[in-house]
């Protein structure tokens, strides 16, 4: 949501982040559409791409990983 793409390619730069990273700029929508309140917001996405957490930290966010991958190896 940075204003300049620079912001985040910067911040890359400097800290290695494990999980992937976009950029939409400033006048996105997606804050608003994804009901994003405060950053960093943590999502966990399905094989479907459903959003089907929001907000694990911890345990609970290697467990909810833990379980969608298991459900992925079922199909």
């Not at 300049?4 to 559409?33: C, I, Y």
């Not at 966990?44 to 290697?62: F, M, N, S």
Request: hydrophobic share 40%; proline share 3%.
């Amino acid at each position: 949501m940075d204003a300049k793409k620079d912001t985040l390619t910067e911040f890359l730069a400097k800290e290695k982040m494990p999980w992937r990273q976009w950029w939409v700029g400033a006048n996105s929508n997606l804050a608003e559409d994804w009901k994003i309140v405060y950053f960093p917001t943590t999502y966990v996405i399905d094989a479907t791409g459903v959003i089907r957490y929001k907000e694990l930290r911890g345990e609970k966010l290697e467990a909810a990983v833990t379980e969608l991958l298991k459900e992925m190896e079922k199909k």
